[in-house]
């Protein structure tokens, strides 16, 4: 009895077999090859030779690294809060059932459904100067139109302008989700218990749907970390770097000055630093949520 | 404190769809009223009439002669304790007491006093600093009463709080809270679906069909005097016999009926009375029939199921011409199913109905 049963428990990992085998060889194997790859000087063309941690105290050395690593924080210092208040925003104002509100859910998720490629031609239509919607806007209230692509400060600005409005369909969606689930006669006990709109936000809504809160918050914290596509195409990381991220920075070191092995060494800090932010986020709310 | 609450001609309509059709009734300031009927009659929804959780389609409701059905639920000076508890999960039960009386501006001492009384009353003050996933499904019901407690509302509000625990806490805590009630005095209006609540906690109970109430009585004049044929069958356990009638005339002292599988019995409903033997039926609790001692004459009843409850026996039988009879007979009887028996009628203990359903009233 007790053997068969312990045979049959190993038959049922059979079942996991398959995706066992993806992921030890696309995800496991690459991650250690790519720390493997952070202590060697590689290309593309052959085997490199061991540096030890050489890759890692020139990257943390290299001015436009550390540009890099500025520009990506305030990134999403500023990109994850906007995300996170303004798809709660959306989702409150669009939790009931009626047909408009349908058709805005369907219509903000609808930006999440478009390639990178897209979402930035269109900011470039809003940003451009000359002929920019922006830019007409701003003749027609008689304001000197800015360059918002190619002045510092701005053009990081842009590309999170054009990131929030990608990125807002899945939190939105996250949020209402959520609500969704807040049983109805808590809102009906607060009712009775006098409770004004925005003591029912405060102390009923939001504490019922504060796991989706950092579960959105650590998702977008870990995706816009990896900023790059809307840099690449709206601003190519300029003017003088001051919207370059740090995935940018790895593409260049990598791919543009084949020097494998040092963008290796700065994938693995911005892996570290992800892991970091995510796992501080998580244990900052769970003890506020247990308190 | 407590008040009366008055209903004028209360209906509540979802389009074309009618719920609660022309409901007028009048509570008085301390009673403990029961709405009792069966699933989707409209209770519950006319409870959360009287709380503001659903609008009135027409009519008027007031509260201690102050007019409500315009206010929004805080402001009615009730509070409800609901079916699901609907605790505040993220607080704890201190802080699920205080929400209301804070969101007031009743001031701290005063929240923390009552509070520390309430709990101290149900017996939760150890648990005060407990959240309520913590708490027994027992334990969670006396919280949401105490929340309700704390607010020393005009009148409290149960929507079916007991259907949620078991059978031995459900009698333990239907017993506290008509302790409850003699201690507070404060008016209280009770939905159930279940005959036994209603019948033991209520000082009038209020049944409720298909959109409209079909008797207001106290429990003793509901299940001796039920005023339709619906509430015959729907209060007492087992349910009412009943029996068409094939023939109605002036008997000695009173009415005498042709029953069908009973033959001709004699009754004490006036001979005046005005009924039509068209769809009419004679009702008779199975308390009310019993099994002759042996070698005494009856009406022959072949029993099909007997059901020995420990205290009574209950035997489902049919007579002569098909139709089912069920007799209540002591627990001790030895009857065995597929036995005829021999059963005898209790004199005035009849209810009559006519074709409407309503009752003829007289006969006891």
Redesign the interface.
């Known amino acids: 009895m007790a053997e068969s049963y312990r045979r049959s428990q190993w038959s049922h990992g059979l079942f996991i077999l398959p995706y066992l085998c993806f992921f030890l060889v696309l995800l496991v194997f690459p991650l250690f090859w790519g720390m493997w790859l952070s202590l060697h000087k590689a290309d593309l063309f052959g085997p490199g030779r061991f540096v030890g941690l050489t890759n890692y105290t020139r990257v943390l050395a290299d001015p436009v690294f550390l540009q890099a690593l500025r520009n990506t924080i305030i990134f999403v210092a500023v990109s994850v809060p906007a995300l996170v208040v303004i798809g709660l925003f959306l989702a409150l104002a669009l939790n009931r059932t009626t047909r408009a509100t349908s058709f805005f859910r369907g219509l903000f998720f609808s930006s999440s459904v478009l390639s990178v490629t897209i979402v930035t031609l269109i900011w470039r239509f809003v940003f451009i100067p000359g002929d920019g919607l922006l830019a007409v806007l701003f003749k027609q209230v008689g304001l000197t139109p800015i360059s918002f692509l190619s002045t510092s400060g701005w053009s990081l600005f842009s590309v999170g302008a054009a990131t929030v409005w990608w990125c807002i369909g899945l939190p939105m969606m996250l949020f209402l989700a959520a609500l969704q689930q807040v049983p109805q006669d808590l809102y009906e006990a607060a009712a009775l218990d006098n409770a004004s709109g925005w003591r029912v936000l405060t102390r009923i809504t939001l504490p019922s749907i504060a796991r989706t809160i950092v579960l959105v918050t650590i998702i977008q914290i870990v995706l816009q970390f990896q900023l790059f596509g809307q840099a690449q195409l709206m601003t190519n990381g300029g003017p003088s770097g001051t919207s370059r991220p740090l995935v940018m920075y790895i593409y260049e070191v990598g791919f543009v000055r084949w020097d494998i092995g040092r963008g290796a060494a700065a994938s693995q800090i911005l892996f570290l630093i992800i892991l970091v932010a995510a796992m501080a986020q998580y244990i900052v709310s769970s003890r506020k949520t247990e308190a | 404190m407590s008040a009366s609450i008055e209903l004028e001609n209360v209906s509540k309509r979802y389009g074309a769809l009618t719920v609660l059709d022309d409901i007028s009734l009048s509570i008085a300031a301390g009673e403990f009223v029961v709405f009792l009927g069966p699933s989707g009659c409209g209770k519950s929804t006319l409870l959360r009439m009287i709380?503001?959780?659903e609008d009135v389609s027409s009519g008027t409701i007031s509260v201690g002669g102050r007019r409500v059905d315009t206010l929004?639920?805080?402001?009615r000076g009730?509070?409800?304790v609901?079916q699901?508890y609907?605790?505040?999960?993220?607080?704890t039960v201190r802080q699920n007491m205080a929400?209301?009386l804070e969101?007031?501006g009743v001031p701290k001492d005063e929240i923390g006093r009552r509070v520390k009384a309430a709990a101290q009353t149900l017996e939760i003050d150890h648990l005060i600093d407990r959240k309520p996933q913590k708490l027994s499904g027992g334990q969670r019901q006396r919280v949401a009463i105490g929340?309700a407690i704390v607010?020393e509302p005009a009148a409290f509000l149960f929507d079916e709080p007991l259907s949620n625990l078991d059978a031995a806490l459900r009698g333990r805590t239907r017993l506290e809270l008509a302790q409850l009630h003699a201690r507070l005095g404060s008016t209280m209006i009770f939905v159930t679906h279940d005959q036994v609540e209603a019948m033991t906690l209520a000082d009038r109970i209020v049944i409720m069909n298909a959109r409209r109430i079909e008797q207001i009585g106290t429990p003793m004049e509901i299940y001796q005097r039920p005023a339709t044929r619906f509430v015959a069958s729907f209060i007492g356990s087992p349910t009412m016999n009943f029996l068409p009638l094939t023939a109605i005339e002036k008997g000695q002292s009173g009415l005498a009926l042709s029953v069908a599988g009973l033959g001709r019995v004699e009754t004490s409903f006036p001979s005046q009375t005005k009924i039509d033997v068209e769809g009419a039926s004679l009702g008779i609790r199975a308390e009310d029939l019993s099994i002759s001692a042996e070698g005494e004459t009856g009406i022959p009843l072949k029993a099909e199921i007997v059901e020995r409850l420990g205290d009574r026996t209950l035997v489902y039988g049919v007579l002569g011409d098909g139709s089912k009879l069920t007799v209540e007979a002591d627990g001790r009887a030895a009857v065995r199913a597929g036995e005829v028996l021999q059963v005898r009628l209790a004199p005035d203990t009849f209810h009559l109905f006519a074709a409407d359903g309503r009752a003829v009233r007289g006969g006891q």
């Open positions: 709380a503001g959780l929004p639920p805080g402001k009730v509070a409800m609901f699901s609907a605790l505040y999960p993220h607080m929400f209301g969101n007031i929340r607010k």
